[in-house]
């Protein structure tokens, strides 16, 4: 596989390399002596305002200054803007020879009629706030009040033509952050005072990307500080790691305080956004304490599309009659909190911290409607091979083993905590929910029936295993190469961020391990069968795949029989999905069996360019 993947990329070397001549950016050759205008008596560069709104006093802040006071914001359009200092930075770069003349908006302000003479090109003008190109180009990815500003336009010149530049908007280049704690949260948790004198944990949030991190104490979420992220890709991931020492009593009780690291991931983080987290207590006042985050997201200028000719077909078009479960095209998307749904979720010991005596993780899925839709309803259908779980669904008065979930069921208020937040219904196991299910050990399958308000439904199955997995089946690990780091198999991570090196554990003998490939975009199966793989791969038993795997890093037949301890580095295969030049989810499930039981982890890799 590698020597073919080599041969690839060297024949698209010498495509490439081919092609680069012919590429033109205007103009005939014997007109690249004339010249032609760039105009700029018009041009206005602005910075993309949004007014932020103190609850204390409502004042409304300018965004250059970086100050977040939390409370309510109003969303940017492109009409509210305010004009750009004198010293942003203005570059006017020829995008075939790479020319580049730069400027102060003030200087541009003073040219003489307002027109440059250029060459003949494509050019692109751009406009960035102070210190932008510093930014961008350091290696600081974290960094409290500092915004910066960036916005571009191209233009094409002509020979003896002038073009004009208008109105130049730059908005927002990195993430902002913010964090709020609410109260009932705090009361919840040691003071500082106290944290201080014990030498404890004091309560505080660390936001992390990559590698930078803002640390987020009580003082900095009264005063409500921002911080900002540099934007490393085009959608990040941002960690949130809640610490501090949490009062496990009852309200009547002597308070009993025990340390504490709650952590939640928020996707698809990406420039020009502000984040505002609010962290709080879920249904406190019924005993059943969670932590909550909930997420605003601020984008300049947001568009939404609506396409007519789909609502035309979805009220007047013919109706078709479907066989089996076969969901509608742009009927509501349903997710997995933590994971892939396909992937399946495992609820065992292994997630239940007996001195919080809470489950550390619930299952929680999300109901996602297309466009201006909205969710009518959610029906969740259930199968087991536990014979005990549909026999107390039957008790429950569900005969069919079908749930009504959404709209909201009162009858399922003790276990279940369904709302909808911005039209995104999202539906979490409460902790009796989870303890109810882990009593009926076997695999239960839900479907997901979902309605959106235009009649599309969607059909969408998740696999729940549970397992008292306290010793049973072989142990997996997953750490750097050093063995520094451990990563959590809940968690999706960005394939350039990690190192793989797998650690498989048995007390006996490994019976089973197999390996599976699940990935729509960066490795398909027909992608595989082309280089003589499988998406489904047998390590005891390889057959005619033996050569890819080895080649892949994984170790094959007696190699994984004859031991104990089976040892896999696949690390050198994440340079090799980066060159495949696609992007997207690329997970690798593990199933490992011993005379114990079977283990399953999955790698949960995000391939970006």
Request: hydrophobic residues 40%; aromatic residues 8%.
């Amino acid at each position: 596989m590698k020597k073919i993947t080599l041969l690839f990329f060297l024949a698209l070397g010498a495509v490439l390399s081919g092609c680069k001549e012919s590429i033109d950016f205007g103009g005939d050759d014997e007109d690249k002596t004339q010249t032609g205008n760039l105009v700029l008596t018009g041009l206005n560069v602005a910075i993309a305002n949004y007014a932020e709104e103190r609850t204390s006093s409502g004042n409304t802040n300018d965004p250059r200054a970086g100050v977040a006071s939390g409370g309510n914001y109003t969303r940017g359009g492109a009409a509210e803007t305010t004009e750009a200092p004198s010293d942003y930075i203005v570059r006017i770069k020829n995008q075939k020879t790479d020319e580049e003349f730069v400027y102060t908006y003030a200087e541009l302000k003073q040219l003489q009629d307002g027109k440059l003479a250029l060459y003949p090109a494509v050019y692109l003008i751009s406009a960035e706030s102070p210190g932008y190109k510093a930014y961008m180009d350091g290696s600081a990815v974290a960094a409290w009040e500092t915004p910066v500003y960036y916005g571009s336009v191209t233009k094409t010149v002509l020979p003896k033509t002038e073009t004009t530049v208008t109105d130049l908007v730059c908005v927002l280049a990195n993430i902002k952050t913010t964090v709020a704690l609410t109260q009932d949260l705090r009361n919840l948790f040691m003071s500082d005072a106290m944290a201080e004198s014990g030498g404890k944990q004091k309560l505080s949030v660390k936001l992390s990307l990559g590698t930078g991190e803002l640390l987020f104490d009580r003082a900095k979420t009264d005063d409500g500080a921002a911080g900002y992220f540099k934007a490393v890709a085009s959608k990040n991931t941002i960690k949130v790691e809640l610490s501090g020492m949490y009062n496990k009593s009852a309200a009547d009780a002597a308070p009993e305080y025990v340390p504490v690291n709650w952590e939640q991931e928020i996707p698809d983080c990406a420039a020009g956004q502000w984040r505002k987290l609010s962290i709080g207590i879920l249904n406190a006042n019924d005993g059943n304490v969670k932590f909550e985050i909930t997420v605003e997201n601020w984008v300049y200028d947001e568009k939404i599309n609506i396409d007519v000719a789909r609502m035309y077909m979805n009220f007047f078009g013919e109706e078709t009659i479907k066989e089996g479960d076969v969901s509608d095209v742009d009927a509501p998307v349903v997710s997995l909190v933590g994971g892939a749904i396909e992937n399946g979720y495992t609820i065992s010991s292994s997630i239940y911290d007996a001195d919080l005596e809470k489950w550390t993780t619930n299952l929680k899925v999300l109901v996602t409607p297309e466009g201006i839709s909205s969710v009518a309803s959610v029906d969740v259908v259930v199968d087991s091979d536990n014979a005990g779980l549909l026999a107390a669904l039957e008790t429950a008065g569900h005969a069919d083993h079908t749930i009504g979930i959404w709209p909201a069921n009162a009858a399922l208020s003790a276990y279940l905590t369904v709302r909808d937040d911005a039209s995104v219904v999202s539906a979490a196991l409460k902790d009796a929910g989870m303890s109810e299910i882990f009593r009926y050990e076997g695999v239960h399958t839900v479907k997901y029936i979902a309605t959106d308000s235009q009649g599309r439904t969607s059909y969408t199955t998740l696999e729940i295993t549970v397992t008292d997995n306290a010793g049973g089946g072989p142990e997996i690990v997953w750490t750097n190469l050093d063995g520094s780091v451990i990563y959590d198999f809940s968690k999706r991570y960005n394939h350039n961020a990690v190192e793989i090196l797998l650690t498989v554990n048995t007390e006996s003998a490994f019976t089973g391990f197999s390996v599976d490939i699940i990935s729509d975009k960066v490795l398909p199966p027909d992608e595989l069968t082309n280089v003589g793989l499988s998406s489904h791969l047998d390590l005891i038993n390889p057959g005619q795949y033996e050569e890819g795997l080895k080649g892949l890093g994984f170790p094959t037949g007696a190699e994984v029989t004859s031991g104990k301890t089976v040892v896999i580095d696949i690390t050198e295969f994440m340079d090799l999905l980066t060159l495949l030049g696609s992007t997207g989810a690329c997970d690798f499930k593990l199933s490992v069996t011993d005379a114990s039981g079977t283990t399953v982890r999955t790698l949960q890799l995000d391939v970006v360019k």
